[in-house]
T-cell receptor, first 114, second 112 residues
Framework: DAEITQSPRHKITETGRQVTLACHQT?????MFWYRQDLGHGLRLIHY???????NKGEVSDGYSVSRSNTEDLPLTLESAASSQTSVYFC?????????????FGPGTRLLVL | QKEVEQDPGPLSVPEGAIVSLNCTYS??????FMWYRQYSRKGPELLMY????GNKEDGRFTAQVDKSSKYISLFIRDSQPSDSATYLC????????????FGKGITLSVRP
């Protein structure tokens, strides 16, 4: 069965360190998204990609970067982790131009920045 | 004003109750409306999807969209403890390659 996976599921890091969160989908979807979810804010879009070599900034992109070298993967990098980036991170994917914006979400990565 | 407003909750109901979850929005360009369900420590999963105004029913769940009032609802009939989860509304302008705007979510607890 097609799926979307994230790793690691839990991560503790220190302020200032670079951290990369992995997202891998086997749906063969062109569209991929990274969100963070925080109490009181809901899901907020960090970065998104509509295909290989395409990346775009979302609502809360400062301090984050992504790259898309193939269809299946969209890693999210925190350049220099800050305590404000403690959150739960979700990756999602959707089919391009389907007319139905069904985004399939991964299980999430819980990140704690100390 | 936020683009999408959702009652913050939490909401606690007895088993068998009818539950009404609501969102309002300000952007009249939204055409596609979704409800996602998120169990604790899991990713959101699509529950209901509606295009434009009207109702859509799926088992015990009914999604309703009133574009004139910029108001969407999710009704759960005969609620079950397994319905206990966080429910997020989401909406978007067009179908192709568009980003979703989410409500903050409301946590529902159904008491046995």
């Amino acid at each position: 069965d097609a799926e979307i996976t994230q790793s690691p599921r839990h991560k503790i890091t220190e302020t200032g360190r670079q951290v990369t969160l992995a997202c891998h989908q086997t749906w063969n979807h062109n569209n991929m998204f990274w969100y963070r979810q925080d109490l009181g804010h809901g899901l907020r879009l960090i970065h998104y990609s509509y295909g290989v070599q395409d990346t775009n900034k979302g609502e809360v992109s400062d301090g984050y970067s992504v790259s898309r070298s193939n269809t299946e993967d969209l890693p999210l990098t925190l350049e220099s982790a800050a305590s404000s980036q403690t959150s739960v991170y979700f990756c999602a994917s959707s089919e391009s131009g389907s007319g139905e914006e069904t985004q399939y979400f991964g299980p999430g990565t819980r990140l704690l920045v100390l | 004003q936020k683009e999408v407003e959702q009652d913050p909750g939490p909401l606690s109901v007895p088993e068998g109750a009818i539950v009404s979850l609501n969102c309002t929005y300000s952007n009249s360009a939204f055409q596609y409306f979704m409800w996602y369900r998120q169990y604790s420590r899991k990713g959101p999963e699509l529950l209901m999807y509606t295009y434009s105004s009207g109702n859509k029913e799926d088992g015990r769940f009914t999604a309703q969209v009133d574009k004139s009032s910029k108001y969407i609802s999710l009704f759960i009939r005969d609620s079950q403890p397994s319905d206990s989860a966080t429910y997020l509304c989401a909406m978007t302008h067009t179908g192709a390659n568009s980003k979703l705007t989410f409500g903050k979510g409301i946590t529902l607890s159904v008491r046995p």
